[in-house]
């Protein structure tokens, strides 16, 4: 990820999720983030414009996942501030 310049930013991110306790027994979580990465999908709905059901499909640590989008975002946020809380940051 260094080599992509993308290093600090992907460890930033893990950390902001909880994530890096839970990868730091492995000596290196590059793989784990371009399994995640690579497997991430955003499904556009393009049928229904006045309430769009768009979809986030990814695999994570061997299970495949799929949800709509808002409830992705919503997830990825309540990580962070449930990260940041134990961190003792206000976001």
């Known amino acids: 990820m260094n080599k992509l310049g993308i290093g600090d930013n992907a460890y930033r991110?893990?950390?902001n999720l909880g994530w890096v306790e839970v990868l730091r027994p492995m000596k290196r979580f590059e793989n784990f983030t371009y399994k995640?990465?690579?497997?991430?999908?955003f499904k556009k709905d393009r049928?229904?414009?006045d309430n769009p059901d768009h979809r986030v499909s990814f695999r994570l640590l061997n299970i495949?996942?799929?949800?709509s989008l808002e409830n992705?975002?919503?997830e990825m946020a309540s990580q962070?501030?449930?990260s940041s809380m134990t961190l003792g940051?206000?976001?």
Not at 64 to 67: G, K, N, S, T
């Open 89 to 91: 940051i206000i976001i």
């Open 64 to 67: 495949d996942y799929e949800m």
């Open 36 to 41: 995640f990465l690579r497997s991430i999908v």
């Open 72 to 74: 992705f975002c919503l």
């Open 47 to 49: 049928l229904n414009f």
């Open 13 to 15: 991110l893990l950390s």
């Open 80 to 82: 962070m501030r449930d």
